[in-house]
Nanobody, 115 residues
Framework: QVQLVESGGGLMQAGGSLGLSCAAS????????MSWYRQAPGKQRELVAT???????SYADSVKGRFTISRDNAKNTMVLQMNSLKPEDTAVYYC?????????WGKGTLVTVSS
């Protein structure tokens, strides 16, 4: 069983920066593909960024160049550094782990960006 706990959300002005963290329990973290998803009010959940177990990164076009995903396998943590925030980045951000066909989710952390 894997438990994921997000932290770091909050209120930020447009143009500012915010870092989100995901702490994972369990022994599969280093072998998991880790991702950040987000869900804005009234919209479907969307993939924001992914980092594989080997460190390969990918980003949604909407955040490319502004967000950076990273992981520390020794600490079982994943970070999403968000720069140049925009009001459209406002959403609940979820940590996701994929391992051997299983999907694990955190409960989410709210990010609000004011204009």
């Amino acid at each position: 069983q894997v438990q994921l706990v997000e932290s770091g959300g909050g209120l930020m002005q447009a143009g500012g920066s915010l870092g989100l963290s995901c702490a994972a329990s369990g022994s599969i973290f280093s072998s998991s593909t880790m991702s950040w998803y987000r869900q804005a009010p009234g919209k479907q959940r969307e993939l924001v960024a992914t980092i594989t177990s080997l460190g390969s990164r990918s980003y949604a076009d909407s955040v490319k160049g502004r967000f950076t995903i990273s992981r520390d396998n020794a600490k079982n943590t994943m970070v999403l550094q968000m720069n140049s925030l925009k009001p459209e980045d406002t959403a609940v951000y979820y940590c996701n782990a994929k391992y051997r066909g299983m999907n694990y989710w955190g409960k989410g952390t709210l990010v609000t960006v004011s204009s």
